[in-house]
């Protein structure tokens, strides 16, 4: 904790200091140069040393296309909230106390998820600030591990593509939407709507690109609100002004029945930072955001800290409202059993409505930055079906990139359809989460290696050493705590093995090693190799083609 707060300081400091100072000292090539503030929405990090430059794009080629920037700290403050308050709080906090056991222990989880959330937060101000580039942990692989070339390309392009689906949310719309109408949410009426909301989605971000941000920030201020109606709720249930008979019952004796393995604090932690996921949303969109290095140190700590705040009140609220066997046996729905317990049947209903809107505007928040995502791959040349020219455009519109959102919109509705929603549901947040702490792991070991290489390129915000250490040994942990045998036996996530989510996370990283030599090492075999070239298409995006050539 202390850590987090030196770093926070230490990041007051420069946001105070980039107010205060229109020069900065950077050096190139060993010899010290100015770059004045007029290069605000530039990289200045590359521009002083151009070994660093990620991917095959320069960055005036990489921010060329689409609307341009147009998100200011607003949308981008409520980009972070609205990608992070989502499902998570209203539907998981019964299954995380599942696996600890203790209220004491769930809450514990909750502010480590906070801290290391923050931690995390600091070390992608660093790497963005540096890159200002959208494609978040792409770009900042591409940068640090450039042999193999194009290897961490391939391998996150398989992660972000084949676990970069919303099906968790879009299930939750449609439970929520069919309890409140009073219908069973049975599998295939749960399947039908979540499949019409992602289709909305797509269209909606594909076709009307500015309504689609206008749709975004309303339901992320109306996230706000209902997080905010929760938490005064649970201090009006502490105060014993509600029918709740004991709401001090749970945090007598608070640890009570807390697990003692430490797998089972691997997979909560993994649910509890799926549930804060969303910190390093507009990392993923940099692209299209006003002075971005300046926006996004302000919108990155101001977001996180918003949701941070109202988690951990909320929970307070659920834990006073509902006993723990209550709790544990809500299913996914938590945040209406809350609702019950205090106003009754009928306000339950109400908030089923609510928490499927916070799921719909969590599923449109995510789905616009992974669209980016998307696009950035295909520009660096990943080869896909049908060619990357067709996937890296914004067609129809030439403003939004319809085509991102289709590769979005494919695994979506494989998971959607594929297993059955209740054994989905924590299955997916556990291997959603997986491959990212090993990506995490990676992206910490390079921001140590270019402080060593690099250690005098502009870096218009530093992270507090103490603090990616923490982070990086929180990764090391949820890498390797995920294989130990349960305390249950059994996880959470039966009939399939607790280990399964892990050997599909790292199957699929295995699988983008495997795409790789496919594309850059099996050709040569054959006396042919792919080379390069860019192309501007008409919509003013730059894309790397790549063409076939025999080998002399």
Not at 62 to 84: E, K, N, P, Q, W
Not at 171 to 176: D, G, L, S, T, Y
Not at 357 to 384: C, D, H, M, Y
Request: charged share 15%; glycine share 10%; net charge positive.
């Amino acid at each position: 904790m202390s850590a987090a707060l030196g770093s926070l300081r230490k990041y007051v400091s420069t946001l105070r200091k980039s107010d205060e100072v229109s020069t900065e000292n950077v050096y190139v090539n060993g010899e010290k140069s100015v770059v004045d503030d007029d290069d605000a929405s530039k990289e200045l990090t590359t521009k002083a040393d151009p070994e660093l430059n990620p991917g095959g794009l320069s960055f005036e080629e990489d921010a060329a296309g689409g609307l341009g920037r147009h998100l200011g700290v607003f949308s981008c403050t409520l980009l972070i909230v609205g990608r992070i308050i989502g499902t998570g709080i209203f539907s998981t906090p019964s299954s995380i106390l599942g696996s600890v056991g203790s209220v004491g222990a769930s809450l514990m989880l909750w502010v480590l998820g906070f801290v290391l959330s923050f931690c995390g937060l600091f070390i992608w101000l660093e790497f963005g600030t540096m890159f200002p580039r959208s494609g978040g942990e792409k770009v900042y692989l591409e940068a640090v591990y450039k042999k193999p070339k194009y290897l961490v390309t391939v391998i996150f392009a398989m992660n972000a593509i084949l676990l970069g689906f919303t099906a968790a949310g879009c299930i939750v719309f449609a439970q929520n939407i069919l309890v409140a109408a009073g219908h069973a949410a049975d599998r295939w009426a749960t399947r039908g709507i979540a499949l019409g909301v992602i289709g909305f989605v797509t269209l909606l971000h594909g076709l009307t690109p500015k309504l689609g941000v206008l749709v975004m920030n309303g339901l992320s201020v109306f996230k706000i609100i209902i997080l905010v109606f929760v938490v005064v709720t649970g201090w009006a249930v502490l105060a014993g002004h509600t029918r709740i008979a004991d709401p001090h019952a749970n945090f007598r004796n608070a640890f009570e029945g807390s697990s003692h393995s430490s797998n089972d604090y691997a997979t909560a932690t993994f649910k509890v930072l799926n549930a804060y996921a969303g910190w390093s949303n507009v990392n993923y969109v940099l692209n299209n955001v006003k002075n971005p290095v300046r926006t996004l140190k302000i919108a990155g700590p101001l977001g996180l800290g918003i949701c941070a705040v109202l988690y951990l009140l909320a929970n307070v609220s659920y834990f006073a409202a509902a006993t723990k066997d209550e709790i544990r046996h809500s299913g996914v729905t938590v945040a209406s059993l809350f609702f019950r317990n205090v106003f009754g049947e009928k306000a339950q209903k109400a908030l089923t409505v609510f928490v499927a809107l916070s799921a719909l505007g969590n599923v449109i928040t995510i789905t616009f930055a992974a669209s980016r995502v998307n696009q950035e791959l295909a520009k660096e040349g990943i080869p896909l079906p049908f060619g990357s020219r067709f996937w890296a455009s914004n067609w129809p519109t030439g403003k939004s990139p319809l085509p991102g959102l289709i590769i979005h919109l494919i695994p979506s509705i494989v998971v959607i359809i594929a297993p059955p929603p209740a054994v989905a549901y924590p299955f997916i947040l556990d291997v959603e989460g997986y491959p990212q702490q090993i990506i995490n792991f990676f992206i910490v070991i390079g921001l140590f290696w270019l402080r060593y290489r690099k250690p005098n390129v502009p870096r218009p915000f530093k992270v507090w050493w103490p603090v990616a250490v923490f982070f990086f040994a929180a990764a090391v942990f949820l890498i390797i705590a995920p294989f130990l045998h349960p305390a249950n036996g059994v996880g959470d996530t039966p009939p399939l093995p607790y280990y399964l989510y892990c050997l599909v996370g790292i199957a699929v990283l295995v699988f983008g090693v495997l795409y790789w030599a496919a594309w850059r090492v099996v050709p040569r075999w054959f006396g042919y190799e792919f080379v390069p070239r860019k192309e501007t298409l008409d919509d003013g995006t730059v894309v790397t083609l790549f063409s076939r050539r025999k080998i002399e």
